[in-house]
């Protein structure tokens, strides 16, 4: 289809144009933070470093230079892939970002994947069961989207590890170590997914198309999975987009109180450093996944939705 | 199941014996009998909330949640229906009987090909394979009439035109050929000619020797086809008979209202509710009229510029107005150097299918709408094109009703504000006389002034019109564009806002635009009129005469249409 690569270069040329702003963005926001970077290079204002190092440092990393010119040469040296050393981990940060990123975005997925079955089961069930379930699964929904992950986190590991001693408290390697991180993650946003897939669910139960389908002969668990789901899942598909940026930053709490490697400890730990250039790295790349899973959900609606390619047409 | 199949052959299809459904304690089918017979259509007609989809839907145990359904027989096919469990009950729903809802762009699934959900009956009933399917699903949609039937069957119901789809939703009811086939508004929102194309199809199948339930609140759409009718209200079957027995000599009051109410037929000015020939019109109204069919019959020049030769009584004319769309590259022409007059007192109908620039031409004569060529005139000075500030001073001088009342009102508002504010215009005028205005303008309408009070949301579907009647008439307009302005409402609120609309006209010497895809409409509330196609108009006369003489082949499919 013609309109389909018009569209994809198109949504190409709106990510790159993210990223530049997200780049921008960072380099001067960064700028304001109060404090010198030479010196935070040299191991922060405590580490009385004397002002030929600092000299030698702002030299090295063109401190030195006008503000425009270190912005040109740090967008040049982005579009060629370099995005610098970091101070705090004597590394190139793509390589300190290539090491974390992976267990991040595992998190991310399964969490995301997590959120859309409890979203569903929860959703399927209250919608057919009446009004008390209709009661008791907004009640949950609006509970789990409620409640912060520290919070949650805190309680799975009261409840899962130390009374029913199921599952470990820390992040350890393998599949079961995945598990507290990602639910965690994953009940706020089965809450808001949920919330908007009832709503969704229960219109297109409603809809005269369901009538025709039961007319035909369908049973009901057909006419869900062939009919209803896909209605109820437009809206919460291009909620995913989103609730995949909000994992993210989810990511920097989980992966502390679970003590998991992951882009949001670095990112933290960056931070507290002033590790400028490792920041600026770790935000481009979340902005950049961000991006593309934006892209992603937009083309999972043009399968689900064929209508909204015909308008794009 | 062959056993049970053969004995019912000899018995109705469809045997409803004292159907009592009711929701809630409140019953809305109160003791229906029914017996459709194989190669027989019976018709059930009714307005909203008589009972009849209810009905029909209980028939396939689909009367809605929360629904008792009781009667002393419901048989299909020899079948109990209220006895069956869920999967005999599908297995009867679709394979034994089929459902054919109205509209079926919401009725078939939006985001899947329409080729799919008849292939999806198949599934359900039949034994073929994949393969078979499909070559099944396309034979069924050619049998249904529609052409390309191999490229229909992979798109969606968005992309097929209203008849289309409609046919394809038909394709879907009878793929597993089911003995009974219940066809709910089948052609509801469909232009005419696209309605007796449908309607020819489902009298095809019934002579065919498929039983057909047809569920309708069209009079004229049930005559053509349907064997014996049946006439609903409030949950009950007043009348039963043959169409000529029920239309030509009712005997029901209700009966008699609905076949008054209908406006294909009857003579300009004739009054369409209320008593109908208990209330004879005054002699004055009979002389007005006499003179106005004279003045119609005048000019023998079809294509009617100019007519009568005199200037006397122009509000508007339009002049060679054209309007094209640019839409992702392509051009759609949507009026092609359109012209007509519009005269006090009279109206001119505009007819015409769904797309052909009706609305289009309406937008053009309000100045909501730039014309590319050509100019309409208001009372001999310019009115489009005109900056929009010299056009504001005689706004008011045009005045519309739109389709959906409801929709052209802010639901935050009361009727006396939405009066209110059509009669400031924006300026500030002493509480005092507005109020008095406001009650002058329902009565107007003949409706209670304490209506004013109430919110749009709160009035039946007659009532929102009378009130855009009135928003309307606030402004003290000279010309009114009426855009479908009852193609929603029920047959006999119908007919009760028609004969509001004539009564108006009369008295106040207003020149209409009626904008309508019902012909009937438009033949009885029109003194000339229009036929639209593809942006042109391709005909234009006298409504007396226009289709007698109609040469252009979309007036002449028009003229059949109504006929049948």
Not at chain 1, 206 to 233: C, K, Q
Not at chain 2, 77 to 98: E, K
Not at chain 2, 251 to 279: C, E, F, I, N, Q
Request: net charge neutral; glycine share 10%; hydrophobic share 45%.
């Amino acid at each position: 289809m013609p309109g389909n690569r018009h569209w994809l270069l198109l949504r190409a040329g709106g990510v790159l144009f993210v990223l530049w702003a997200a780049a921008t963005i960072t380099f001067f926001a960064l700028r304001l933070v109060p404090g010198d970077p030479a010196e935070a290079i040299l191991g922060g204002p405590g580490s009385q470093a004397g002002p030929e190092a600092l000299a030698q440092v702002r030299r090295e990393y063109g401190l030195d230079q006008p503000l425009a010119v270190q912005y040109l040469t740090y967008l040049g040296r982005l579009v060629t892939g370099d995005l610098g050393q970091s101070y705090s981990l004597h590394k190139p940060v793509l390589t300190a970002i290539g090491e974390q990123f992976g267990a991040t975005l595992t998190l991310a997925l399964v969490s995301l994947a997590l959120a859309w079955a409890l979203a569903c089961g929860l959703a399927a069930w209250s919608v057919r069961g009446g009004r008390i379930a209709w009661a008791i699964g907004s009640g949950l929904e609006l509970v789990a989207a409620a409640v912060p992950h520290f919070w949650l986190a805190t309680v799975l590991i009261l409840f899962f590890s130390l009374t029913l001693g199921i599952l470990p408290p820390v992040s350890v390697p393998g599949p079961l170590g995945i598990v507290l991180p990602a639910l965690t993650l994953a009940i706020p946003l089965a809450g808001f997914l949920g919330q908007v897939m009832r709503e969704s669910l229960l219109t297109a139960m409603e809809s005269p198309f369901v009538t025709t389908a039961r007319a035909r002969g369908e049973s009901e668990v057909r006419i869900f999975w062939r009919h209803t789901l896909r209605h109820a899942a437009i809206p919460a598909v291009g909620l995913s987009g989103w609730a995949f940026g909000s994992l993210i930053s989810g990511a920097v709490v989980v992966e502390s109180v679970f003590a998991r490697q992951g882009l949001g400890r670095s990112l933290l730990s960056a931070v507290q450093l002033r590790d400028v250039t490792l920041v600026t790295g770790i935000v481009l790349v979340v902005a950049l996944a961000y991006a593309v899973m934006t892209l992603v959900t937009d083309l999972a609606d043009r399968v689900i939705d064929p209508r909204t390619r015909a308008v794009a047409e | 199941m062959s056993g049970v199949t053969r004995e019912a052959s000899e018995g109705p299809v469809l045997d409803v014996r004292d159907l009592v459904v009711s929701f809630g304690g409140r019953r809305v089918v109160d003791g229906v009998s029914l017996r459709v017979a194989a190669g027989e259509c019976v018709a059930i007609v009714g307005e909203s909330g008589s009972g009849k989809s209810v009905t029909a839907r209980s028939v396939v145990g689909l009367a809605g949640e929360g629904a008792r359904v009781s009667a002393s027989t419901l048989r299909v096919a020899g079948q109990d229906v209220l006895s069956l469990s869920g999967r005999r009950l599908r297995r009867l729903r679709g394979g034994v009987v089929g459902l054919i809802a109205q509209d079926a762009l919401v009725s078939l699934d939006p985001l899947r090909p329409v080729g799919r959900e008849i292939g999806d009956t198949l599934a359900l009933h039949t034994d073929l394979d994949a393969a078979a399917r499909r070559a099944r699903t396309v034979a069924l949609l050619e049998r249904v009439g529609l052409p390309d039937a191999e490229l229909r069957a992979g798109q969606r119901p968005g992309q097929l035109s209203g008849g289309q789809r409609q046919r394809a939703l038909i394709a879907s009811g009878i793929a597993a050929d089911p003995r009974l086939v219940i066809a709910d508004e089948p052609t509801t929102a469909l232009d005419q000619p696209v309605q007796a194309g449908v309607l020819r199809l489902l009298g095809q199948l019934r002579d065919e020797g498929t039983a057909v339930l047809l569920i309708s609140h069209d009079l004229s759409v049930v005559t053509g086809i349907a064997d014996r009718v049946l006439v609903m209200t409030d949950g009950v079957v007043v009348e039963e008979g043959t169409p000529t027995e029920v239309f030509e000599r009712p005997r029901h009051p209700y009966t008699r209202k609905l076949v008054d109410a209908v406006p294909a037929g009857r003579a300009r000015g004739a009054l369409l509710s209320g008593g109908g020939a208990a209330a004879p019109p005054s002699a004055a109204d009979v002389e007005r009229r006499d003179d106005r069919s004279l003045s119609a019959d005048e000019p023998s020049n079809p294509t009617f510029d100019g007519a009568g030769g005199s200037d006397e009584g122009v509000l508007v004319e339009a002049r060679g107005v054209s309007r094209v769309f640019h839409v992702g590259g392509r051009e759609i022409v949507a009026a092609d150097d359109v012209s007509f007059t519009l005269r006090a007192g009279r109206t001119l109908g505009l007819v015409g299918e769904s797309g052909s620039g009706k609305s289009t031409t309406a937008r053009l004569l309000l100045g909501l709408e730039h014309p590319d060529a050509g100019e309409v005139t208001l009372l001999g000075e310019p009115w489009n094109p005109l900056q929009e500030a010299r056009r504001r001073p005689r706004r008011h001088l045009i005045g519309a009703v739109f389709q959906d009342a409801l929709s052209s009102f802010d639901p935050r508002w009361t009727v006396g504000a939405v009066l209110a504010d059509a009669i400031t215009r924006g300026r500030s005028l002493r509480p005092g006389p507005v109020r008095t205005q406001i009650a002058d303008l329902l009565d107007t309408v003949g409706l209670d002034p304490a209506l004013a009070a109430r919110r749009p949301l709160h009035l039946s579907g007659g009532q929102r019109q009378r009130v855009s009647v009135a928003r309307a008439l606030a402004a003290e307009p000279r010309v009114l564009v009426l855009d479908e302005p009852v193609s929603a409402l029920d047959v006999s609120v119908q007919a009760q806002v028609l004969d509001l609309l004539d009564r108006l006209q009369r008295e106040r010497d207003l020149a209409y635009l009626l904008i309508t895809h019902d012909l009937g409409v438009a033949l009885h509330m029109s003194d000339d009129l229009a036929v639209m196609q593809e942006g042109r108009i391709v005909e234009q006369g006298p409504a007396s005469t226009l289709f007698e003489d109609a040469e252009h082949p979309y007036a002449r499919q028009l003229r059949d249409a109504v006929r049948l």
